[in-house]
């Protein structure tokens, strides 16, 4: 089944200590997405890619980047995780030509 | 500042009844709204959606009403089952050029329903 996939499900990291979360797509959509979601808050855009163009969103710390190395790719690199970086992070795609979003399950992070 | 709000956190329904659950909006340029279900432990899915040319749209159980002049939206379940809690979310868009812009979430609301 054409899909998102986000990897890894849960992880756990040190404060300061980069890490680097995945989602690959079976659905060649052109545009992916990746959305931070905070305990009882809603879903906040942090950038997306139309194809190879990257958009930043201008509330996005710069301790957040991102690259999308091939259509099939994203991955959302944390720099130096702060404990306020603790959340569901959700990477989404979608097709310019429909506009529907598909979401994966989602990395819930915990900085420790 | 919240461009989409959804003011009640939960909600509880008894099997087989109407569920109800409401969103407002404040920016009048939105067009195109949706709704998303999110079980725990998932990414949201879709659910159904309405361009702000129509009032209302239906799928089975499922009816989105649009009223422009309030900015506001409602998303009914008729009758509601076990299966249908969930968190729902709401969200809307602004299209450019006949394209669809990004999404912008209110913060759901939780349903229970119970039998």
């Known amino acids: 089944d054409a899909m998102v996939i986000q990897n890894p499900r849960y992880q756990v990291t040190q404060f300061g200590k980069p890490v680097t979360l995945s989602c690959s797509q079976t659905l060649n959509h052109n545009v992916m997405y990746w959305y931070q979601q905070k305990s009882s808050q809603a879903p906040k855009l942090l950038f997306h890619y139309y194809d190879k163009d990257f958009n930043n969103e201008a509330d996005t710390p710069d301790n957040f980047q991102s690259r999308r190395p091939n259509t099939s790719f994203c991955f959302l690199d944390i720099r130096s995780p702060g404990l306020g970086d603790t959340a569901m992070y959700l990477c989404a795609t979608s097709s310019d030509l429909n506009g529907g979003y598909t979401f994966g399950s989602g990395t819930r992070l915990t900085v420790v | 500042d919240q461009q989409v709000k959804q003011n009640s956190p939960s909600l509880s329904v008894q099997e087989g009844r109407i569920s109800i659950l409401n969103c407002d909006y404040t920016n009048s340029m939105f067009d195109y709204f949706l709704w998303y279900k999110k079980y725990p432990a998932e990414g949201p899915t879709f659910l159904i959606s309405?361009?702000?040319?129509?009032d209302k749209n239906e799928d089975g159980r499922f009816t989105v009403f649009l009223n422009k002049s309030a900015k506001h939206l409602s998303l009914h379940i008729v009758p509601s089952q076990p299966g249908d809690s969930a968190v729902y979310f709401c969200a809307a868009s602004v299209s450019y050029g006949g394209s669809q812009g990004n999404l912008i979430f209110g913060k759901g609301t939780k349903l229970s329903v119970k039998p």
């Open positions: 309405i361009s702000s040319i129509k």
